[in-house]
């Protein structure tokens, strides 16, 4: 224990500095963030992405189902994003300003902000990739897997917790009469539908440590002190005085 104690005792004194620096409490108490992604738009469909932080460099890993299959004969391609800079929140149905019972994507940008990163299957991930229907998922379903490295205004965003997924592409079938007739307002050569929300979800972090265990119990890590301290030592890169630290507090 006193072995342990006077490792931990310098590396956390180094690592307080960050943290208070960091603002919200929550900012930085992990490198993993996670959205669920809920429908908007009356469309049915659910998902779930997970992206972990190191540096500017971001593996994401989503799931989505339950969404429009086909567009013209083809597969429905649905342009996805990490918007950046809004409130950080999915719209509500309130956004829908012209009647037509869609928030279309220039009427959610309030709530989550323009795009900050476009997450595509290959090849540009900048924001003026974002309406590129030839690189983005398509179909009912997809389960996507891609190293990317962030803007840093994108890295800023997620710790600020201001970051939200959106998930683009309505079956038209689902939307109003009046909606159906409507063009896009990103791209006027499609319809409305191929480019509003589909899916929403707000990117929050996770705490630390807390997807890599497996174990099942994270009850010491509750404690929001070792949250702070497992914190500094993950940017420190100290994996095994972390380990110790776990597992000394789950006894505790
Ligand atoms: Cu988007």
């Not at 299957?121 to 190293?147: L, M, W």
């Not at 998930?167 to 191929?194: C, F, I, N, R, Y």
């Amino acid at each position: 224990m006193h072995k342990v104690l006077r490792i931990l005792v310098p590396l956390a004194a180094a690592a307080a500095p960050l943290a208070l620096a960091a603002g919200p409490a929550t900012a930085d108490s992990g490198s993993s963030y996670q959205a669920t992604l809920n429908p908007l738009n009356h469309q049915s469909g659910s998902g779930m992405l997970m992206l972990t932080l190191n540096g500017n460099t971001a593996k994401v890993t989503e799931s989505w189902s339950g969404l429009a299959g086909q567009f013209n004969g083809a597969p429905f391609p649905h342009v996805q994003h990490i918007h950046i800079g809004g409130q950080g929140v999915c719209p509500t149905a309130s956004a829908d300003k012209n009647g037509d019972g869609v928030v279309s994507t220039t009427e959610g940008a309030p709530a989550y902000g323009p795009i900050g990163t476009t997450l595509s299957v290959t090849g540009d991930t900048s924001p003026a990739a974002g309406t590129d229907i030839k690189i983005a998922p398509s179909g009912t379903s997809t389960h996507y897997s891609r190293t990317i490295t962030l803007d840093p205004k994108v890295v800023q965003s997620l710790k600020n917790d201001t970051a939200v997924v959106v998930v683009h592409g309505d079956d038209p079938t689902t939307l109003s009469k009046k909606a159906q007739g409507e063009k896009s307002d990103l791209v006027p050569s499609l319809p409305l539908a191929a480019t509003s929300p589909a899916l929403c979800g707000a990117l929050h972090a996770m705490p630390a440590g807390g997807v890599s265990t497996g174990t099942g119990s994270t009850a010491g890590m509750e404690d929001s002190g070792l949250l702070l301290l497992a914190g500094g030592l993950l940017v420190a890169g100290t994996g095994t005085a972390l380990f110790t630290v776990r597992r000394r507090s789950v006894k505790a």
